[in-house]
């Protein structure tokens, strides 16, 4: 049980619009990836919402995201436009990269997303230098990465630990840990050690936490960017979480053997959406007649981005207003 | 004003300008404030802008690279800086996809510029792994620049033209050449991006040569003259851009066309130098275009082996010689003896 009791209704509103809109927006993806018109690799977030509404709910305009090939949720949880978005994936020129992106490769700076990466571990040192650039111009911005369990075994992950760490920088590290690699668990990749504790041992406060408990993460979070705020350095989230999906595509996936159709159907009856409505319910906020209205408003908004990115126009030329460095 | 500055001097003066000039500017890499300071270059950066804008680091080039690129798009201008070039494999995954692609992959709402300065190493048993020189793996990718400063003037003019652009550049700077002497002015100055210089002027062959081989180009072009060949040497100063109308403009008036490169041969500088010849140039042609590079072979460390790896004046007056249609074989100096006025430890 998530207890929402004693907690500010517009913060429960928030979370709830948050979670609710990620979940919309890629549960309409994957109704339409069949259609063959988004066609570039789509890596949905479906069961892991809590974790990027919990995160960014905590978070300013002008703090910074860094994001992975799975980035809608991110994107969508620091207020990346959708339209923008869903037209990126069509391939679109009102999209938020011009066609030159698609959904492994979201941005939009003016939402604080400064860029994101298919490639492991590897946008954790830009968030860093973020960081340090928040620091050096002694301005109290945040950086926030997000990455996968897989990301942790790559050296690239140590090695920004070690400068976030010596350099004392406002950044704050979000493990979405889904136990999976693509179709490899977390067993046959790493020794059975707390992915936080190699943060500890990095000399950075670190945290493992239930990552569909959207408040449990939304209240490690707030310390994490209170601590950067300050100046005093980054901290470590680990949050354990699970895609339902397959690891690219819209598709269950229980039939290709890595795990099983029980294992998928446990994690999808602890849905961190329904386990906090079913906190809602017991503290009496946010009623159910409010909830759906908050979905219908998010259902027409969603329609409405599919709307603008199938009407939108395709790129026609390689070249980029000021392409030329 | 001018005077004669050292190429290294004229690394550190740019760099302590920059700094001057621009506060979003800092100096970072293994051992830039260190005593030895990149033999030299970043000393009185370090003494006078300290440790908040030019400080040493741990030794994690990746990370350093990708952290480069966060405090770009936050605002900042860094410089990262590398003692060799072979520690720029460790960048790769933060230069190649990363850097490169920040700006067109974002549909060129981003930018990231980054600057990052390499030396290569030559001589004195350096050997495989202290002495490549990477133009060819940088300027393959889109969206980096690639300089290949070849005097102390080139040395100051990319650098500050490297710290005031808008993409990510990479500078290879040679070893060889830190302590070469020339005029460089006191003021500020760029050297643009694409543009090259004619450092010699000839007629009878177009040598383009890059980062040290101009030097060898111009000692080479006395023993040409000798035999009454007039070469004229083009420094493209960038391989990426690279000046393509100065190099055809000299070949079009040479007709011949000889390449040196301080990297291997297969699939670098001097083979897009000559398809440049073979696409845009084929009617100047009046012989083969002829390479001068290294052999297919990480460099050795004996002092026995190095003249056999290292091509020089000998090599340089055979390929022009072969261009012309002259025989050749007759023996010419090699660049032996220079090196050995090189002495270690460096």
């Not at chain 1, 994490?224 to 901290?235: D, L, N």
């Not at chain 1, 017991?282 to 408003?297: D, N, S, W």
């Amino acid at each position: 049980m998530i207890d929402c009791s004693g907690r500010p209704a517009a913060l429960l509103k928030d979370l709830f619009t948050r979670m609710t809109l990620i979940r919309e927006a890629e549960e309409k993806i994957a109704a339409l990836y069949p259609e063959q018109e988004m066609r570039c690799p789509t890596h949905l977030s479906i069961g892991q919402e809590a974790i990027p509404a919990a995160v960014c709910a905590n978070l300013r305009k002008d703090d910074t995201v860094f994001l992975t090939h799975r980035c809608h949720a991110g994107y969508i949880a620091k207020g990346g436009d959708l339209n923008k978005m869903i037209a990126e994936l069509y391939g679109k020129a009102t999209g938020c990269t011009k066609g030159r992106g698609g959904s492994m490769h979201l941005v939009d700076p003016q939402a604080g997303l400064m860029g994101t990466s298919a490639l492991l571990a590897a946008s954790i040192p830009i968030a860093c230098g973020s960081a340090f650039a928040f620091k050096q111009q002694k301005q109290d911005g945040v950086a926030v990465c997000f990455f996968g369990d897989a990301a942790v075994e790559e050296g690239t992950f140590s090695e920004s630990l070690n400068l976030a760490a010596l350099w004392s920088l406002p950044v704050v590290f979000v493990c979405e840990n889904n136990g999976l690699s693509t179709c490899t668990p977390i067993s046959r990749r790493q020794p059975s050690i707390p992915i936080a504790g190699r943060a500890e041992a990095a000399g950075i406060p670190a945290q493992a936490l239930d990552g569909n408990d959207v408040l449990a993460v939304y209240d490690a979070a707030s310390k994490a960017v209170a601590r950067a705020r300050q100046g005093r350095g980054p901290s470590f989230l680990e949050c354990a979480t699970y895609r339902w999906r397959e690891h690219v595509g819209p598709n269950f996936d229980w039939d290709m053997g890595y795990r099983s159709e029980a294992e998928v159907r446990r994690w999808m009856a602890a849905d961190p959406i329904k386990r906090f409505e079913a906190g809602l319910d017991a503290a009496g906020a946010l009623p159910k007649e409010q909830r759906r209205l908050i979905r219908e408003g998010i259902l027409e908004k969603v329609e409405a981005a599919v709307a603008f990115a199938k009407k939108s126009p395709f790129p026609g030329s390689l070249d980029l207003e000021g392409a030329k460095a | 004003m001018t005077r004669e500055l050292s190429y290294a001097q004229a690394v550190g003066e740019a760099t302590v300008q920059a700094l001057e000039a621009d506060e979003r500017v800092f100096v970072y890499g293994i051992g830039v404030d260190d005593p030895k300071a990149i033999f030299g270059t970043t000393k009185e950066a370090a003494r006078r802008f300290g440790p908040s804008r030019v400080f040493d680091t741990p030794a994690s080039e990746n990370a350093l690279t990708g952290l480069a690129i966060g405090a770009a798009l936050g605002g900042l201008r860094p410089v990262l800086v590398h003692a060799r070039n072979d520690f720029l494999y460790y960048c790769m995954d933060q230069l190649a996809n990363h850097a490169a692609k920040w700006h067109a992959m974002f549909g060129g709402v981003m930018r990231a510029p980054i600057v990052v300065r390499a030396i290569v190493g030559k001589g004195w048993g350096q050997g495989a792994q202290h002495s490549q020189s990477l133009q060819a793996l940088f300027a393959h990718l889109p969206g980096i620049q690639v300089a290949v400063p070849a005097t102390p003037y080139d040395a100051k003019g990319v650098f500050l033209q490297a710290v005031s652009g808008n993409a990510p550049v990479v500078i290879i700077e040679h070893r060889r050449l830190h302590d070469v002497k020339a005029a460089v002015p006191e003021e500020r100055y760029t050297v643009r991006p694409g543009q090259g210089a004619v450092v010699r002027k000839g007629k009878d062959v177009t040598i383009v040569a890059v980062s040290l081989m101009v030097s060898e180009a111009l000692a080479a072009a006395e023993a040409l003259k000798a035999r009454r060949i007039d070469a004229e040497i083009v420094d493209p100063r960038w391989v990426k851009p690279l000046d393509k109308a100065l190099i055809l403009k000299s070949l079009k008036k040479t007709g011949r066309l000889v390449v040196l490169d301080t990297s291997w041969k297969t699939c670098g500088v001097s083979a897009e130098i000559a398809a440049l010849a073979a696409e845009e140039g084929f009617s100047y042609l009046k012989a083969p275009v002829a390479r001068v590079a290294l052999p297919d072979y990480p460099a050795p460390t004996s002092a026995a082996l190095e003249p056999l790896f290292y091509p020089g004046t000998r090599e340089i007056v055979a390929a022009v010689e072969r261009t012309l249609g002259r025989k050749v074989g007759r023996k010419v100096a090699s660049s032996g003896p220079r090196q050995e006025a090189y002495i270690g430890p460096f």
